[in-house]
């Protein structure tokens, strides 16, 4: 099925008139991109009232009202210290069932604070899925980042201990924990978390203790149930929303947000190890709607990657991976480096 932002990139142009069919259709569309019944009927609602009072007649100009709607919804849920982990000693927990990305986010965290400058340790604390260490292990490789380990099927909280004191010996700034992702028995996991954040809060008392739950966009609603079963077991403070790309309706990241009032954090957008990236409120609610304004703002950053290209290949750390590249591997290089720039 296509995915939601596919589906409203062309659905304006295709009314003439703001009919009652407009808004069914409208509201079709959102319910089948995952947005959720009761958000996409407060979406309507909000619509038609931004639609009367700004005396609009053509349905493509409802396009920009959307975007509006959905990035002032999303940002209600916002908080100015959603990312004040990131500025001192921290300890990021991720937790998650089991195939949602889970330990590739936390390769992926890794690399993006090792790249931040930050010292960063990981902790293989899911002992229980078969070759979860081992991957995470080259997860850890690949960023060029410590990473503690324990035995299959052993004690993650003695990881987590472990992982901790090495946090603390070797100044590291950021410990990102993966954990066995079990909904099955619900019991078992939450004490499973409840001995982990015990061992934190004991152990590692000055560190900020951020909880990410990670699911996967691709599951639609499942994701959302997921979220909240961990929510109703453990303190969640956000979501990394992973394989939000083409095959990925979409439309999740505001019936997460609406229902479960939990921010999406951080999303990832494709298998490379830079893409994970911070979550962009106003971009996601442009390109839901396919609005001018974001096809206008990309192709100012493709003027703004050629006239900095010069200054880009002299960066320590990029040279090596812009010599001999192709030119899609030199924009998607300029447009991370950017990227950085902006956090």
């Known amino acids: 099925m296509a995915s939601i932002f596919t589906r409203l990139s062309g659905f304006f142009s295709g009314y003439e008139e703001l009919t009652d069919e407009f808004y069914e259709d409208l ?12 958000a996409t009927e407060e979406i309507i609602e909000e619509l038609k009232k931004r639609v009367a009072k700004e005396n609009i ?3 493509d100009e409802c396009r920009r009202l959307l975007s509006q709607i959905v990035e002032d919804r999303l940002k209600e ?19 998650g069932v089991n195939g949602v990305g889970k330990t590739t986010t936390a390769g992926k965290l890794a690399a993006r604070y090792k790249r931040l400058g930050k010292k ?3 902790a293989a604390a899911d002992t229980f899925r078969a070759a979860a260490t081992e991957q ?3 997860w850890a490789v690949r960023a060029g980042v410590d ?5 299959e099927g052993g004690d993650p909280g003695a990881v987590v201990y472990d992982a901790i004191h090495a946090a603390k010996a070797r100044n590291a700034d950021i410990l990102i924990c993966d954990t066995a992702g079990r909904l099955h028995n619900k019991k078992n996991l939450m004490n499973e978390l409840k001995k982990i954040n015990n061992i934190i809060t004991s152990e590692y008392p000055e560190a900020v203790k951020e909880t990410l739950v990670v699911v996967d966009a691709g599951t639609g609603q499942n994701a959302k149930e997921q979220a909240k079963e ?12 992973t394989k939000l790309d083409g095959s990925a309706k979409g439309g999740i990241v505001i019936a997460i947000e609406s229902e ?8 990832g957008v494709g298998e490379k190890i830079t893409d994970l990236k911070k979550f962009d409120v106003t971009g996601y609610a442009a390109a839901l709607t396919g609005s001018e304004e974001l096809l206008k703002k990309e192709e100012e950053e493709k003027k703004e990657i050629a006239s900095r290209t010069t200054t880009y290949e002299t960066i320590d750390g990029l040279k090596e991976v812009v010599i001999g590249a192709t030119e899609q591997e030199k924009e998607d290089a300029f447009a991370f480096f950017r990227s950085l720039r902006k956090d």
């Open 27 to 38: 509201e079709e569309t959102l319910v089948m991109g995952d947005v959720g019944f009761e």
């Open 57 to 59: 007649k053509v349905p």
């Open 77 to 95: 849920k916002l908080s100015k210290d959603d990312y004040d982990f990131e500025q001192g000693k921290a300890v990021v927990l991720l937790v």
């Open 120 to 122: 960063v340790i990981l």
């Open 136 to 138: 995470l292990n080259e």
């Open 147 to 151: 990473i503690i380990r324990g035995t």
């Open 230 to 241: 961990f929510k109703e077991v453990t303190d969640v403070n956000g979501v990394v929303l």
């Open 260 to 267: 479960l009032m939990i921010p999406v954090k951080f999303v």
